[in-house]
């Protein structure tokens, strides 16, 4: 499958590498000159994965947002027509919000127009996503939207790259409880001195 993934911060980063493992092909869609974090990236993928935002997301299947929330709002004009493509909100709007929205979903859904949209991998930290890997097995990850076929390709490429299960969370009026999940990993990572050694997993008896 081909994805872009647009930003190369630390969670873009641990994504891009984990589906490049996974043999995806993988797009950086990014700004040039390279940032800083672009050529840190670079080093360890290829320069050669590093296009424009626009000629990413025309080649792409799958769109991962993984830059700041208000961001999204510069970026969406950026991706031209999205009509057949899964965008995947990866953010977390937690301290900023993108102006008028309550999270970088809401605008996505708004401006895009499109509901091929799915809200994933932002309940974690980075080295979660780089190695979902634990004693005893994957760790899990969980996504929402109103679009069940969609979410479905998300769920496939959740376990490509290693993670045991993605949970289906419901659909987009769960996006905010997801988003508080990612603040409760930050809760006990950081705040409350856990480590972000720490992940989070569905238990059965």
């Not at 360890?44 to 299947?61: H, K, M, P, W, Y």
């Not at 895009?112 to 990850?141: H, R, S, W």
Request: charged fraction near 20%; aromatic fraction near 6%; charge should be neutral.
């Amino acid at each position: 499958m081909i994805i872009a993934i647009i930003g190369s911060g630390n969670v873009g980063s641990a994504l891009a590498q984990s589906f490049i493992r996974a043999k995806h092909t993988v797009l950086i869609g990014a700004k040039f000159p390279l940032s800083e974090k672009s050529l840190k990236l670079a080093t360890l993928i290829g320069e050669d994965r590093f296009t424009s935002v626009e000629n990413a997301a025309r080649q792409a299947e799958v769109i991962i947002l993984t830059t700041p929330p208000d961001a999204v709002l510069n970026i969406l004009p950026q991706l031209g027509n999205v009509a057949d493509k899964i965008i995947v909100d990866a953010t977390n709007a937690i301290r900023v919000k993108p102006a008028g929205y309550a999270t970088a979903f809401a605008a996505i859904k708004d401006l895009a127009q499109t509901d091929k949209v799915v809200k994933c991998f932002n309940t974690t930290g980075f080295e979660n996503m780089l190695q979902p890997a634990y004693p005893g097995g994957g760790i899990d990850m969980f996504c929402a939207g109103n679009n069940k076929e969609a979410k479905q390709v998300v769920q496939q490429l959740c376990t490509d790259i290693g993670f045991a299960n993605c949970y289906d969370f419901g659909g987009d009026d769960k996006v905010e409880l997801l988003e508080q999940l990612a603040l409760s990993w930050i809760n006990l990572a950081i705040m409350q001195g856990h480590g972000r050694n720490i992940a989070f997993k569905v238990v059965r008896r």
